[in-house]
C-alpha cells in the first residue's frame, strides 16, 4: 500500500524566506501528484497538479518537483508572506496494476505552515 | 462557478440516526470521492465513483454507503451513525479518476453524540 510522508510536519517562518516543503512515497509507480494548501476549517485548494512524466511545475511563487524514481516531491515557496500560513498537503494516484486500483487516492498527513511578519 | 458544493456544513446528531450528507458538482466530471479528515490521521478516502453506477470502497468503508444516480450527484449516507464517525467529511471530483486537478468542497463537519 501506499504510504505518504510530510516532513517537517510544522513550520514555522519570518516573512521573506524562501522555503522548502517536502512529501515522500513508497512506491513510484504513480499517475500524478498534487500539491494543496488547506486553511483552517475549510476545503481543500489545488495549488498544483505534476504528471509522472514531468519533472516541475510552476505557479507564482510555487513551484513544485516530481522526482518519481526516488519517491520524493518537494515544494518551494518563494519569498513567503503571512498569507501563506496554511496547511499544505501532497496527495498521489498509484497507477494500475500495481497491488492498486485506479480512483484511489493517498494523503500525506500536511506541514503546518506559519510565516509571521 | 466551478464548484462542489456539500450539505449540510455543520451536523449534530444522535448515535442511529441515518443521515444523508449530499455532495454536488458543476463541472460535468466523472471522478467523485469522499474523504473524512481526523486529527492525527490525516485525510481517508471513504469511497470513491469513477462515473455513474460505478462505485468502490477506499481504505475506511465500514459504516458508510454512497450511491451515483446522476453525474453530478454524490451522497454519502450513514445508515446508523456511531461516534467514532464524528469527524470532517470533504467531497471531492475531478474530470477522470486520474485525469485533472481534484476539487474539494468546502467540508461537512459531523458530530454523533
Known amino acids: 500500500k501506499q504510504e505518504v510522508t510530510q516532513i517537517p510536519a510544522a513550520l514555522s517562518v519570518p516573512e521573506g524566506e524562501n522555503l522548502v516543503l517536502n512529501c515522500s512515497f513508497t512506491?513510484?509507480?504513480?499517475?500524478?501528484l498534487q500539491w494543496f494548501r488547506q486553511d483552517p476549517g475549510k476545503g481543500l485548494t489545488s495549488l498544483l497538479l505534476?504528471?509522472?512524466?514531468?519533472r516541475e511545475q510552476t505557479s507564482g511563487r510555487l513551484n513544485a518537483s516530481l522526482d518519481k524514481s526516488s519517491g520524493r516531491s518537494t515544494l518551494y515557496i518563494a519569498a513567503s508572506q503571512p498569507g501563506d500560513s496554511a496547511t499544505y498537503l501532497c496527495?498521489?494516484?498509484?497507477?494500475?496494476?500495481?497491488?492498486?486500483?485506479?480512483?484511489?487516492?493517498?494523503f500525506g498527513r500536511g506541514t503546518q505552515l506559519t510565516v509571521w511578519p | 462557478e466551478a464548484q462542489v458544493t456539500q450539505n449540510p456544513r455543520y451536523l449534530i446528531t444522535v448515535t442511529g440516526k441515518k443521515l444523508t450528507v449530499t455532495c454536488s458538482q458543476n463541472?460535468?466530471?466523472?471522478?467523485m470521492s469522499w474523504y473524512r479528515q481526523d486529527p492525527g490521521l490525516g485525510l481517508r478516502q471513504i469511497y470513491y465513483?469513477?462515473?455513474?453506477?460505478?462505485?468502490d470502497k477506499g481504505d475506511v468503508p465500514e459504516g458508510y454507503k454512497v450511491s451515483r444516480k446522476e453525474k453530478r450527484n454524490f451522497p454519502l449516507i450513514l445508515e446508523s451513525p456511531s461516534p467514532n464517525q464524528t469527524s470532517l467529511y470533504f467531497c471531492?471530483?475531478?474530470?477522470?479518476?486520474?485525469?485533472?486537478?481534484?476539487?474539494f468542497g468546502e467540508g461537512s463537519r459531523l458530530t454523533v453524540l
Open positions: 512506491d513510484s509507480a504513480i499517475y500524478n
Open positions: 471531492a471530483s475531478s474530470l477522470g479518476q486520474n485525469t485533472g486537478e481534484l476539487f
Open positions: 463541472m460535468n466530471h466523472e471522478y
Open positions: 505534476i504528471q509522472s512524466s514531468q
Open positions: 465513483s469513477m462515473n455513474v453506477e460505478v462505485t
Open positions: 496527495a498521489v494516484r498509484p497507477t494500475l496494476g500495481r497491488g492498486s486500483t485506479l480512483g484511489r487516492l493517498y
